[in-house]
């Protein structure tokens, strides 16, 4: 077949008469016979290389037979095989994928036939789903510019037209894109933003990433001044200040908002809580005249009985918003009105906003309409 015998020392050389003959042909050339049912024809070889020809590329129904010690063994005399048809096929039989795979990955072969035909598996279509066809290319382990099997497609002339297009914006970002550390707290203070789009996978969603951007979201101005109002709308909770309001929000399920926050959006909103002091005091006694004379010679002695010396004037803001005044003699209060009941008479709710109970009070002489009770 080549020339040649095993370990002869020539260079082997393929017999251009051998391609394509049967195996019986074959042999009564070599110089011996096989039975007319013979369909190939294996012989033991020692190794793989130019020592034993009928491991080189025969095209014909001959087989070299090589035994290996273990897998390693095995796949380097594969290797050495395609060292002399390189990019061509490869061919395995055996039932263990992990071991097919390991094989298709160390062989460089374009075809991995597996549990196959080797010969007509490569051809293709007969027992697998590779493109038919005689002629198959070996890529670039074989030096060829195709790696599969050889097509009509690959022997025809494609032409392309190349048209300019513009690159489609069907999305645009916001002029400022922030990537450092905890930068999804400026949500809060972005300008114009009614609507958020929260593009992440499921295991985003369980880490809790999704709840940070949700709660900057509500934290925003416009969410927070909406939950503010319905606060003090209640009529229980109008008179709450930003402290009271803080709490009420954290009740409700807000979370990372602080008090200064809520007290500038109140602030903004204009609302503002109640404040509870201590009872007004009609009368506050001078610590001192000053640079003012004392009219009323407040060491005086009595000159006589039932005469008015000193009034207490206190203005009082009341329903009809009305002034009310009270004369004092002898440390005993004379109703000059009946329409006050007390001394001391509470603001009322229609009362001036900012005015709560007496918002003035003096010392001064007796007025000359205010005439003592005639003596009893």
């Given at each position: 077949?080549?020339g040649?015998t095993?370990?002869?020392?020539?260079?082997p050389?393929?017999?251009?008469v051998?391609p394509?003959k049967?195996?019986?042909?074959i042999?009564k050339?070599?110089?011996f016979?096989?039975?007319e049912?013979a369909?190939i024809?294996?012989?033991?070889c020692?190794?793989v290389g130019?020592?034993?020809p009928l491991t080189?590329?025969?095209?014909?129904?001959?087989?070299a037979?090589?035994k290996a010690?273990?897998?390693?063994?095995a796949f380097i005399?594969?290797e050495e095989m395609?060292?002399h048809?390189?990019?061509?096929?490869?061919?395995?039989h055996?039932?263990?994928e992990?071991?097919?795979?390991?094989?298709g990955l160390?062989?460089?072969?374009?075809?991995?036939?597996?549990n196959?035909p080797?010969?007509?598996?490569g051809?293709g279509?007969?027992?697998?789903a590779i493109?038919?066809s005689?002629?198959l290319?070996?890529?670039?382990?074989?030096?060829?510019?195709?790696?599969?099997?050889?097509?009509?497609?690959?022997?025809i002339?494609v032409k392309?037209?190349?048209?300019?297009?513009?690159?489609?914006?069907?999305?645009?970002?916001?002029?400022?894109?922030?990537?450092?550390?905890?930068?999804?707290?400026?949500?809060?203070?972005?300008?114009?933003?009614?609507?958020?789009?929260?593009v992440?996978?499921?295991?985003m969603?369980?880490?809790?990433i999704?709840?940070?951007?949700?709660?900057?979201l509500?934290?925003?101005?416009?969410t927070?001044a909406r939950d503010i109002?319905?606060?003090?709308?209640?009529r229980?909770?109008?008179v709450?200040?930003y402290?009271k309001?803080?709490r009420?929000l954290?009740?409700?399920?807000?979370r990372?908002?602080?008090?200064?926050?809520?007290?500038?959006?109140?602030?903004?909103l204009?609302?503002?809580g109640?404040?509870?002091g201590?009872?007004?005091?009609?009368?506050r006694?001078?610590?001192s005249?000053?640079?003012?004379?004392?009219?009323?010679?407040?060491?005086f002695?009595?000159e006589?009985?039932g005469?008015l010396h000193?009034?207490d004037?206190?203005?009082?803001t009341?329903?009809?918003?009305?002034?009310?005044?009270?004369?004092?003699r002898?440390?005993?209060?004379?109703?000059?009105?009946r329409?006050?009941?007390r001394?001391?008479?509470?603001a009322?709710q229609d009362a001036a906003?900012?005015r709560?109970?007496?918002?003035h009070?003096?010392?001064?002489p007796?007025?000359a309409d205010h005439r003592?009770?005639?003596?009893q």
């Amino acid at each position: 077949m080549f020339g040649c015998t095993s370990y002869s020392g020539e260079k082997p050389k393929l017999n251009s008469v051998v391609p394509g003959k049967s195996p019986q042909y074959i042999a009564k050339q070599a110089g011996f016979t096989i039975p007319e049912d013979a369909t190939i024809l294996a012989a033991e070889c020692q190794e793989v290389g130019e020592m034993e020809p009928l491991t080189m590329e025969k095209l014909a129904p001959v087989q070299a037979v090589l035994k290996a010690k273990d897998k390693d063994h095995a796949f380097i005399m594969c290797e050495e095989m395609l060292v002399h048809g390189a990019g061509h096929t490869a061919a395995i039989h055996t039932d263990d994928e992990e071991l097919v795979r390991e094989y298709g990955l160390r062989m460089h072969a374009c075809r991995i036939i597996w549990n196959q035909p080797s010969s007509l598996g490569g051809i293709g279509d007969i027992y697998n789903a590779i493109a038919p066809s005689l002629t198959l290319g070996c890529g670039s382990y074989g030096g060829n510019s195709v790696s599969g099997n050889v097509q009509a497609v690959n022997l025809i002339n494609v032409k392309r037209i190349a048209r300019r297009n513009n690159n489609m914006q069907w999305f645009k970002i916001p002029s400022k894109t922030y990537f450092e550390a905890n930068a999804v707290r400026y949500l809060r203070d972005m300008y114009g933003i009614r609507k958020a789009v929260i593009v992440c996978d499921k295991v985003m969603e369980q880490l809790g990433i999704v709840d940070k951007v949700i709660d900057q979201l509500r934290a925003r101005h416009e969410t927070l001044a909406r939950d503010i109002m319905v606060i003090h709308a209640h009529r229980f909770m109008a008179v709450y200040g930003y402290r009271k309001v803080h709490r009420q929000l954290i009740r409700r399920g807000w979370r990372g908002i602080g008090r200064d926050q809520v007290l500038h959006v109140m602030r903004s909103l204009r609302i503002q809580g109640v404040r509870r002091g201590r009872n007004p005091i009609t009368t506050r006694p001078a610590r001192s005249t000053g640079d003012r004379p004392d009219l009323v010679n407040r060491q005086f002695t009595t000159e006589a009985p039932g005469r008015l010396h000193v009034a207490d004037i206190t203005i009082v803001t009341t329903r009809v918003r009305l002034v009310r005044v009270c004369g004092v003699r002898h440390r005993r209060v004379r109703q000059k009105d009946r329409g006050l009941g007390r001394r001391r008479e509470p603001a009322h709710q229609d009362a001036a906003p900012g005015r709560v109970g007496p918002v003035h009070q003096l010392d001064s002489p007796a007025r000359a309409d205010h005439r003592p009770d005639p003596p009893q």
